[in-house]
């Protein structure tokens, strides 16, 4: 039986038990967040049967346990499948952002960004992530997920990974919604001051940066109603470093050194991602208690992102007109490629005016090809560049609503407003020299490393202008007016309650770009960079240096600071032939988009006995949804930009069903089927062609392109959990299975464009995919042990996904979804007694591809059978294992005043990845450790 008849079948059996028996309902457990000011006998878990504990068991819990086990009664209570995060106390949530707590949930794996921040979250696999704060839908300018980043775990109350959908719910993610809880006035019992701050150590760069957070809040009784009002404010700053060293390309090296039967890299070299980054925040909120019935509020949020930082990239290029090798060393590592006179895999061409308008093959011979571990090579020529960067975000969220319940019945109504901006300027200039020796090896079992006698790239003598000067300004924005109204009334009984509402959205996105590039003057290493008089005497400056390259030995660059200065902008661009001042907005680089989105549900929950102890709930609903798009861009036709606009229409009816079995003493089972829809970010429907002549003599032309036919991936999501929950803990076991179809994916093919040919990357629907998985989690703290040792707990979860693309005429039928990792598991243990509270926890995922290589021009190995044919053999960029141990300690000093440690990533383990096979090395990423220490201050 496959797995998606077991799930339709749990759901479908429980279902239709369901509709003969009847029972009353049992009030359900508070799931909001312990107020700052309760009383230890005010936050005690209630038990899974829902009865108090006897006088003669109390249960007092604070701290860590205390989060651990309100984020279990969510998970217990809550009518979908939920993991939950709850803030123990405001300001000690243990992770410094919200997609570093995110990947303590089972399920939830992430990937660390280039400035060494937690990021990339997916959920079971799948980024298609809708978020959400306080039920509103989020987002980052003209995207459709949220920088998670962007928001710091001390502005949370509570994070909600809701894993199945429910008419109710704005639909968006197919992998499942984040709902992000701020704090509220009314939470709060008494006035509150939380001052925290922290210092953090970050290895890489041996550096301390700030962070600080500040909240506030009140309530006043008044002659209209209580009033409450709290405001939240956080800023940190943040230096950083990552290098990474790198052997992209493997090239037959028959076409320039006569060494045929081995596969060389084109190139060598490494970067450093480094710089700085301000993340400031704030959040308010203020509520009137208009009557019993009724409350009012208005709601705001703020987060922003402030960079200067640079990519100093150091590269040997070893294919050019003299360059000679030696010390060739290969290992057993063989395969047959089709290679062309240039050394690469022949690309597909598809160019109307040759064969017939029919994709056809580059000319090329057939090799057998030795993978190369070691070589020395001669008369190179090497390169450094400073890309600098000044980045900004600012996104604001503003929101009027009302509550009102009376009786059995409530309604609410909320409307949003949100508009957020990036923009992004690059300013990169590249330098290089003549090397007498760079020796390499590839492969030594980590990764590879090269060493260049005398460090010659860190002598300011006999540099040239090389490759070119590359500008990209970029600005992209959003907004959304959002309106929703939810209604409810209890009936009791069977039918226990009924749902109803709806939702209309009318967002906006529009991107804009400027991109030039020049070579450099006089042609590639001709021109000295003395002969450019008027640049300043620090023009050159030291890097931080790469591990794996010459022992970490720095090099010049050009100075990312004079590149970042309109002096320095101005003087380059007439150095190099071009116009004064920012480049112009590209018409041909720009799109502007506008949809509107129709939504409404009704959803019936009902609740029916099965004997004495066991009961049955759940929600039967359907949520229609209509979505109105036009978007707006340009294409070049013969170098003259031509407007293209594309209009579409989706209609999707959402159905959802699902099961609970309550069968007493702690023990219940759920079922849950649900259609959920992912609608195609804006710049994916681009309708534009954006493409650059390369500068560099051993890079191909490439660009990108948009797709306006994309459609929405849908998915047909099953859920299915075995649930016990008792007094100090609990375990549950779920399985899903995801059948996803016009899943989004992007690649890149050959395209002739004017008489060139490009590597044009265009977003494409995949056709089908599956997604099936179990998740094991528990939790519980050792209350039996005597004395101290009773403070000690721990908690674990594990996920088993594994993933198919489905689609048979797709090149990557048969492989996992990009980002998935068949294996992954967090393990912690935990410490909380007199006055300390300790988490160590270690985060592993298995191997993944995070992104698909098949475009590049790198040689592979192809079957002998297929030779002949017309495709270009699948290389995807796989990403060997890796865990990380995060510790936090905690000590408070009194009930006001608290204390803390930790660190991150403690044992130093790096991104390493590689092309297809093993041995093919690519990457490996140094990320960073982070040591922390701090104080919260409460009065």
């Not at 007092?60 to 346990?65: A, K, N, P």
Request: hydrophobic letters at 35%; charged letters at 20%.
């Amino acid at each position: 039986m496959t797995w998606r008849a077991l799930m339709l079948g749990a759901v479908s059996s429980i279902g239709l038990t369901s509709a003969a028996l009847a029972q009353d309902t049992s009030p359900p457990i508070d799931q909001t967040p312990p107020a700052e000011n309760e009383t230890p006998s005010d936050v005690g878990t209630v038990p899974a049967d829902n009865q108090q504990p006897s006088a003669q068991q109390p249960i007092v819990i604070t701290g860590i346990r205390s989060s651990l086990e309100r984020a279990a009664e969510i998970k217990q209570n809550a009518d979908q499948v939920v993991d939950s995060i709850i803030a123990d106390d405001i300001g000690k949530f243990p992770d410094p952002t919200t997609a570093a707590a995110l990947q303590r949930v089972p399920g939830v794996q992430v990937t660390v960004g280039g400035n060494n921040e937690i990021t990339g979250v997916l959920i079971r696999g799948l980024s298609d992530i809708l978020t959400t704060v306080d039920g509103r839908e989020l987002f980052s300018t003209a995207g459709r997920t949220f920088e998670f980043q962007d928001l710091p775990a001390e502005a949370l109350a509570r994070v909600d990974v809701i894993k199945s959908s429910t008419a109710d719910l704005i639909e968006g993610g197919i992998a499942g919604i984040t709902d992000l809880q701020l704090n509220k006035a009314f939470d709060f019992q008494d006035p509150t001051v939380v001052v925290t701050a922290r210092g953090n150590h970050a290895s890489n760069t041996d550096t301390i940066t700030p962070q600080l957070g500040f909240l506030a809040t009140d309530t006043w009784e008044t002659g209209i109603g209580d009033i409450g009002a709290l405001i939240n404010v956080t800023w940190s700053s943040t230096d950083y470093n990552r290098p990474y060293f790198y052997v992209p390309v493997r090239r037959s090296g028959t076409f320039r050194f006569d060494t045929p039967g081995v596969a060389l890299p084109n190139v060598n070299g490494g970067l450093n991602e480094y710089g700085n980054y301000e993340r400031p925040q704030a959040n308010a909120s203020l509520q009137w208690q208009a009557s019993s019935e009724l409350e009012i509020y208005a709601d705001g949020l703020f987060t922003g992102f402030r960079s200067d930082n640079q990519s100093a990239f150091v590269e040997t290029q070893f294919f050019n007109e003299g360059t000679e090798v030696s010390d060739i060393v290969t290992d057993d590592n063989c395969f047959d490629a089709r290679v062309t006179e240039g050394g690469f895999n022949p690309r597909v061409i598809q160019n109307p005016n040759q064969n017939g308008g029919q994709p056809f093959l580059e000319d090329f011979t057939v090799q057998n090809l030795c993978n190369v571990t070691s070589a020395t090579f001669r008369n190179a020529r090497a390169f450094t560049s400073a890309q600098s960067r000044t980045a900004e975000t600012n996104n604001y969220l503003g929101a009027l609503g009302f509550r009102y319940e009376k009786d059995a019945f409530k309604l609410d109504g909320d409307f949003s407003y949100q508009d957020s901006t990036y923009t992004n300027e690059t300013f990169i200039v590249d330098i290089g020299k003549p090397i007498e020796e760079i020796q390499v090896v590839t492969n030594d079992g980590n990764g590879g490393r090269y060493f260049q006698p005398g460090n010659p790239l860190y002598n300011p003598d006999g540099f040239f202008f090389r490759n070119g000067l590359n500008q990209n300004f970029t600005r992209t924005s959003g907004d959304m007016l959002a309106a929703q109204l939810d209604a409810e009334y209890e009936i009791g009984g069977i039918i226990d309650r009924i749902q109803i509402g709806g939702r209309f959205a009318d967002r906006s996105a529009r991107s804009d770009q400027a991109l030039v590039n020049i070579g450099a003057p006089g042609g590639d290493m001709v021109t000295p960079i003395s002969d450019a008089t008027g640049l300043p005497s620090d023009f050159l400056v030291s890097t931080p240096g790469i591990p794996r390259q010459n022992n970490g030995a720095p090099v010049l660059i050009p100075n990312p600071d004079y590149l970042r200065s309109d002096e320095g902008r101005d003087y380059l661009r007439g150095f190099y032939g071009l116009p004064l001042g920012d480049p112009e907005y590209q018409a041909e680089r720009r799109f502007d988009a506008q949809e509107k989105t129709y939504a409404a549900y009704i959803q019936a929950a009902y609740d029916i006995p099965l004997g004495d102890t066991i009961n049955i709930d759940g929600l039967i609903g359907v949520r229609p949804t209509r979505t109105e798009r036009t978007i707006a861009g340009a294409g070049l036709v013969d170098g003259v930009p031509v407007p293209v606009e594309s209009s579409t229409t989706d209609t999707d009816v959402l159905p959802n069903a699902s099961a609970r079995i309550d069968f007493g003493g702690g023990l219940q089972a759920r079922a849950n089927y649900s259609k959920t829809v992912r609608r195609p970010g804006f710049g994916s429907l681009n309708p534009g062609v954006s493409y650059v002549i390369a500068t560099n003599p051993n890079v191909i032309n490439s660009g990108s392109a948009g797709n306006p036919d994309l459609r929405p991936q849908k998915s047909d999501s099953y859920d299915a959990t075995l649930e016990y929950y008792f007094q100090n803990g609990f375990l549950a076991v779920a399985a899903f299975y995801r059948e996803i179809s016009d899943r989004i994916i992007t690649s890149a093919s050959a395209e002739v464009i004017d008489g060139n040919t490009y590597n044009i990357s265009r977003p494409r629907n995949l056709g089908a995919a599956e997604l099936k998985g179990v998740e094991v989690s528990g939790q519980t703290f050792f209350d039996f042990l005597p004395g101290a040792l009773s403070g000690f707990g721990v908690f674990g979860n594990y996920t088993l996904v594994d993933s198919e693309v489905t689609a048979e005429d797709d090149n990557l039928f048969g492989e996992t979804l990009q980002g998935v990792s068949k294996h992954n598991f967090n393990a912690g243990l935990l410490y909380e007694k007199f006055g300390l509270s300790t988490r160590l926890v270690y985060t592993y995922r298995s191997r993944y591809y995070d992104g698909d290589a098949t475009g590049l021009n790198i040689v592979r190995p192809i079957d002998a059978d297929r030779v002949d044919e017309v495709f270009v053999p699948t290389v995807l960029n796989y990403v060997r294992p890796g865990g990380r141990l995060d510790l936090s300690i905690a000590y408070d000093l009194n009930e006001d005043i608290r204390l803390t440690v930790g660190g991150t990533n403690i044992l130093r383990n790096k991104y390493k990845s590689y092309f297809q096979e093993s041995y093919l090395t690519r990457d490996v990423r140094y990320d960073d450790s982070i040591y922390t220490f701090g104080i919260r201050a409460r009065f």
